[in-house]
Nanobody, 123 residues
Framework: VQLVESGGGLVQPGGSLRLSCVAP????????VAWFRQAPGKEREWVSC????????YYADSLKGRVAITRENAKKTVYLQMNSLKPEDTAVYYC?????????????????WGQGTQVTVSS
């Protein structure tokens, strides 16, 4: 399963970005799709997940209220809208999926990953 992330970049504190995760040759909608991030020298951290059965959305406490995950099946895309960005949000953001309909916050539960997109929040 090929996953391709895009939408990262340099943004000032308080700014917004919308990340995209596209599966060009795969139908994502029956499966959970998660976003993780990894900052230099830190462990990979779970950010958000959208379930495959009813599109329930889940968020890490550190980002709750500032992010929204959505799915657009016709475009085979999952989005992560991020608002009120902070310097500590700086990281490489990855999307991941697995043959699961429910969400997991553990990176080891996912075997299909994108290459990542860099998000840098700095003035």
């Amino acid at each position: 399963v090929q996953l391709v992330e895009s939408g990262g970049g340099l943004v000032q504190p308080g700014g917004s970005l919308r990340l995209s995760c596209v599966a060009p040759e795969f139908t994502l909608d029956p499966y959970a799709v998660a976003w993780f991030r990894q900052a230099p020298g830190k462990e990979r951290e779970w950010v958000s997940c959208i379930s495959g059965d009813d599109d329930s959305a889940y968020y890490a406490d550190s980002l709750k209220g500032r992010v929204a995950i959505t799915r657009e099946n016709a475009k085979k895309t999952v989005y992560l809208q991020m608002n009120s960005l902070k310097p500590e949000d700086t990281a490489v953001y990855y999307c991941a999926t697995e043959w699961l309909s429910f969400c997991s916050w553990l990176p080891e539960d996912y075997n299909h990953w994108g290459q990542g997109t860099q998000v840098t929040v700095s003035s």
